[in-house]
C-alpha cells in the first residue's frame, strides 16, 4: 500500500522569502510523484511531476521538487515566494503500474505574508 | 483547449434529495476518475470510469451512491438521499490513457443541510 505524508498542515512565510514545503511518501513498489496546488475554491492545479529522470524537476511559477529516492521524500521549493503563492498544496502518488489510483496527503496550507 | 469541464460548481440539497454531480472530460480523454475531498483532508478516490464501463469502484460507498459515463455525454457521479456526512467537494479528473497523468475539473462543492 502508498501513503502520503505532509508533516506540515500550515506554513506562513515572508514574501521574497524561500519555502519547503516536505512530501514523504511509502510504497513498495516504484511511484510517480506530483504536486498540485488548490487555490480557494478552485480545482486542482498540476504544479510538476516526477516520472523518470532528472531527480531535480522543474514545474510552473517558478517551483521545483526533488525526488529523493533513498529518503523516500519529494520536497517542493521556491526560492523567492509571493503574496499570488497563497495556497493549498498536495502532495500525491501513485504506482508506476497497473495503478492509476492517486494518493494524495492532506495537504500544506501555504500563506504568504506581505 | 477547454480543461475538465465540472457542473454544478456548488450545489445545496436536503437531507434525503438526490445530488447529481457531472463531469465532461478534457477533449481526446476517455478516462475518468472521481475524488472526494472532505474538509480539512485530502483527495480521495472514489470511482475509476471508461466509457459506458466501471473500472475500479472501490473507494465509493456501498449504498446511495453510483457513477457511469455513458457512450455520449458527460460522466455523472449520483448520490441518492444524502446525508449531512456527503458534504465535500467532488473532484473529477481524466487522461488520455490509464497511465497518463490527470487532470483536474474544479470541482463540485456539495452542502448537505
Known amino acids: 500500500a502508498q501513503s502520503v505524508t505532509q508533516l506540515d498542515s500550515q506554513v506562513p512565510v515572508f514574501e521574497e522569502a524561500p519555502v519547503e514545503l516536505r512530501c514523504n511518501y511509502s510504497s513498495s513498489v516504484s511511484v510517480y510523484l506530483f504536486w498540485y496546488v488548490q487555490y480557494p475554491n478552485q480545482g486542482l492545479q498540476l504544479l510538476l511531476k516526477?516520472?523518470?529522470?532528472?531527480?531535480l524537476v522543474k514545474g510552473i511559477n517558478g517551483f521545483e521538487a526533488e525526488f529523493n529516492k533513498s529518503q523516500t521524500s519529494f520536497h517542493l521549493r521556491k526560492p523567492s515566494v509571493h503574496i499570488s503563492d497563497t495556497a493549498e498544496y498536495f502532495c500525491?502518488?501513485?504506482?508506476?503500474?497497473?495503478?492509476?489510483?492517486?494518493?494524495f496527503g492532506t495537504g500544506t496550507r501555504l500563506k504568504v505574508l506581505a | 483547449n477547454a480543461g475538465v469541464m465540472q457542473n454544478p460548481r456548488h450545489l445545496v440539497r436536503r437531507r434525503g434529495q438526490e445530488a447529481r454531480l457531472r463531469c465532461s472530460p478534457m477533449k481526446g480523454h476517455s478516462h475518468v476518475y472521481w475524488y472526494r475531498q472532505l474538509p480539512e483532508e485530502g483527495l480521495k478516490f472514489m470511482v475509476y470510469l471508461q466509457k459506458e464501463n466501471i473500472i475500479d469502484e472501490s473507494g465509493m460507498p456501498k449504498e446511495r451512491f453510483s457513477a457511469e459515463f455513458p457512450k455520449e455525454g458527460p460522466s455523472i457521479l449520483r448520490i441518492q438521499q444524502v446525508v449531512r456526512g456527503d458534504s465535500a467537494a467532488y473532484f473529477c479528473a481524466s487522461s488520455s490513457i490509464e497511465i497518463e497523468t490527470q487532470y483536474f475539473g474544479p470541482g463540485t462543492r456539495l452542502l448537505v443541510l
Open positions: 500525491a502518488v501513485r504506482g508506476d503500474s497497473g495503478t492509476y489510483k492517486y494518493i
Open positions: 516526477y516520472l523518470s529522470g532528472s531527480t
